[in-house]
């Protein structure tokens, strides 16, 4: 679908949307739980029904509601084919859980997915005990379990969710187990999963982020957990309202141990006008300046970072851009092409996306069926000088389906 943003100055109130990435953790955990569990304020994007549907393949009876969803965890085995959708984390997530199982279970995807990596899947599974093929390191994978736990070695350098999988899954195992990390990456969402599995009664130690011990046996505690709001999505509110409003964005815990929460020292640094009242940040346009900032551990970032950019007096520097190769497209090379078309001259340095900023103009864009760049297009359209097209800008589903519904919410022109 081609939608159209034309310049818009925004203004008024606009709730982050639910954190995906907690959803589909509290649904693991909830699935590995016995009794009912409770998920308030869940994401309901195209990644988070992915998790509840293998959450159902898996065993669970799954209720949604508008508000809140009811699982009660079960592991009697209902079907040997998970679709994970364009879900990386949830390819990541739940193999592993997959892998608690005795029968073969064959774990698929669509889109991207399909050209992303999996060999890190297998080799750690298969240390681990596990039956574990994929079609020469791409999907589709094989698991047959069950996992019995033991001791791995996995490198975290392309992606921290192997990890959160092998977190969530080892607990329930027979034996106790020790994962070692090499250069771990977003360790701020290793933090987010322990916390997730402490809510849950799980104890996991570690020794700087580096070795995991696991002791094996334990139960999943059904609860209530409130899924908080997205930090990824969040910061492209609070981008648009620097480059071109007067808004409010509530709802986001400034205390998150989510990763994109560092925007807000982005902002600060490139001199937005904002204010903080409990959980409401005000943001407003005001004169940006160029900044420097390390995303190795918050690669999310990039693409609201770039639109930031787009919009400060200099030249801005965002480092870590090794992150990007694998994500839903290589955002690098799709930021630095779809910028491009909007007269912002975007280039790749060493491991930086360097950034000039200048005049936005009207173009049309493609968002490489990306919904991070569906996004930083939409956002960047606000204070162009002309309407900017994106096509397929239905992607943004994968995360913050409300997306384009909430920027006609605060005043912007959006055409279908």
Not at 197 to 220: A, C, H, M, T, W
Not at 306 to 335: D, P, Q
Not at 378 to 387: E, F, H, I, Q, R
Request: net charge negative.
């Amino acid at each position: 679908m081609e939608r159209s943003v034309e310049p818009s100055f925004i203004s008024g109130e606009i709730k982050a949307p639910p954190s995906k990435s907690m959803t589909q953790r509290a649904i693991a955990a909830s699935l590995l739980a016995e009794g009912e569990s409770i998920i308030v304020n869940p994401s309901y994007c195209d990644d988070s029904l992915a998790a509840m549907s293998i959450a159902v393949s898996l065993g669970a009876k799954v209720k949604p509601g508008p508000d809140s969803m009811r699982i009660t965890g079960s592991r009697e085995l209902k079907e040997t084919k998970l679709n994970c959708g364009e879900s990386g984390l949830a390819i990541r997530l739940f193999s592993p859980v997959a892998s608690l199982f005795d029968a073969e279970i064959t774990v698929t995807g669509s889109g991207s997915l399909k050209r992303r990596p999996m060999q890190m899947i297998e080799e750690a599974l298969r240390q681990l005990g596990v039956e574990c093929n994929t079609a020469e390191g791409y999907l589709p994978i094989t698991i047959k379990g069950p996992l019995g736990g033991g001791d791995c070695r996995i490198d975290g350098s392309i992606s921290s969710q192997l990890l959160t999988g092998l977190l969530m899954s080892l607990p329930v195992a027979e034996k106790d187990s020790t994962v070692l990390v090499k250069n771990l990456r977003s360790k701020p969402y290793i933090e987010m999963t322990l916390e997730v599995l402490k809510d849950f009664g799980i104890e996991v130690s570690n020794d700087n982020f580096e070795i995991f011990r696991i002791p094996g046996r334990q139960k999943y505690i059904p609860l209530t957990y409130e899924v908080e709001s997205d930090w990824s999505g969040g910061a492209f509110l609070l981008v648009a309202g620097a480059i071109n409003g007067s808004l409010k964005v509530s709802g986001l815990r400034t205390g998150s141990r989510q990763s994109d929460a560092a925007i807000m020292r982005v902002l600060k640094d490139a001199g937005a006008n904002m204010k903080i009242t409990g959980d409401i940040i005000e943001i407003s346009k005001s004169d940006l300046k160029a900044f420097d900032f390390d995303a190795t551990e918050s690669p999310d970032l990039f693409p609201p970072l770039v639109t930031l950019a787009a919009y400060c007096e200099g030249v801005s520097t965002i480092r870590g851009a090794s992150r990007l190769a694998h994500k839903e497209s290589n955002r690098a090379s799709a930021l630095t092409e779809e910028f491009g078309k909007m007269g912002i001259h975007v280039v790749t340095e060493n491991d930086s996306l360097v950034v000039r900023g200048g005049k936005v103009s009207g173009a049309r864009v493609n968002s490489h069926e990306d919904h991070r760049i569906a996004m930083a297009a939409a956002v960047a359209a606000l204070g162009a000088s002309g309407t900017v097209y994106i096509k397929d800008s239905h992607s943004v589903g994968k995360s913050y389906p409300s997306f384009f519904d909430d920027l006609r919410k605060a005043g912007a022109v959006v055409h279908e």
